[in-house]
């Protein structure tokens, strides 16, 4: 059972409008919520995070949305660029949990055309 | 800084043999995480090792197994191999803080079983 959930598997965005990527999940325990982008051949490098305590987190283009109730976030990119074309992850902690374990999501590739 | 250093970054192997992946994490980074990543199934948490002490554990069978050296580096091995391990192993290190989400990764060990 996937407790984080990315159904969309790929988004193509026009360069310099804004890309929207969603996220779902189930446990309520998850207080804590990073993106990630993945190059090929590239290990995943941490993008932007948010704390359960606040519902926004902006980060020059990128700004991450936290619905609580409906268990969601999404990641906006703002404007587009081909550079942002990659896999992007989200991820999701319970602070409780000792240690750094992250569950993430499936991945959406995200294509920003020129 | 040097980075994630994962090695070997390609390796084929045939079913039921067994392997061994190595890990040497940012200096000062005491926590390792291992990761696997599928077509699809984004990253699964393997298991975290912290000073040399096993973390966390994810919900993988008993043939994959890891240990961390006092100098933090880590190793995970996989044994009696099937045609479903084959997949990107990923390394994450971090300074070990209490859940701090924030993990760096290698370019990764791209396992393939034949």
């Given at each position: 059972d996937q407790?984080?959930?990315?159904?969309?598997?790929?988004l193509s965005v026009q360069e310099g409008r804004i890309?929207?990527?969603?996220?779902?999940?189930?446990?309520?325990?998850?207080?804590?919520?990073?993106?990630?982008?993945?190059?090929?051949?590239?290990?995943?490098?941490?993008?932007?995070?948010?704390?359960?305590?606040?519902?926004?987190?902006?980060?020059?283009?990128?700004?991450?949305?936290?619905?609580?109730?409906a268990k969601h976030l999404s990641l906006h990119i703002v404007p587009s660029q081909p550079g942002d074309s990659a896999v992007y992850f989200c991820a999701a902690s319970d602070y409780n949990n000792a240690g750094n374990m992250l569950t993430f999501g499936g991945g959406t590739r995200l294509m920003v055309k020129p | 800084k040097a980075g994630v250093t994962q090695t070997p970054r390609y390796l084929i192997k045939t079913r039921g043999q067994q392997v061994t992946l190595s890990c040497s994490p940012i200096s000062g980074h005491r926590s390792v995480s291992w990761y696997q990543q599928t077509p699809g199934q984004g990253l699964q948490f393997?298991?975290?090792?912290?000073?040399?002490?096993?973390?966390?554990?994810?919900?993988?069978?008993?043939?994959?197994?890891?240990?961390?050296?006092?100098?933090?580096?880590?190793?995970?091995?996989?044994?009696?191999?099937?045609?479903?391990?084959?997949?990107?192993?990923?390394?994450?290190?971090?300074?070990?803080?209490?859940?701090?989400?924030?993990?760096?990764?290698?370019?990764?060990?791209?396992?393939?079983?034949?």
């Open positions: 407790q984080v959930k990315q159904n969309s598997p790929s890309s929207i990527l969603n996220c779902d999940y189930t446990n309520s325990m998850f207080d804590y919520f990073l993106w990630y982008k993945k190059y090929p051949a590239e290990g995943p490098t941490f993008l932007i995070s948010i704390s359960s305590i606040k519902d926004k987190n902006e980060d020059g283009r990128f700004t991450v949305f936290l619905n609580k109730s | 393997l298991f975290e090792y912290f000073s040399e002490t096993q973390r966390n554990k994810g919900n993988f069978p008993g043939r994959f197994s890891g240990r961390q050296f006092s100098n933090s580096r880590s190793e995970m091995n996989v044994s009696t191999l099937e045609l479903g391990d084959s997949a990107l192993y990923l390394c994450a290190s971090s300074s070990g803080g209490w859940n701090t989400g924030e993990l760096f990764f290698g370019e990764g060990s791209r396992l393939t079983v034949l």
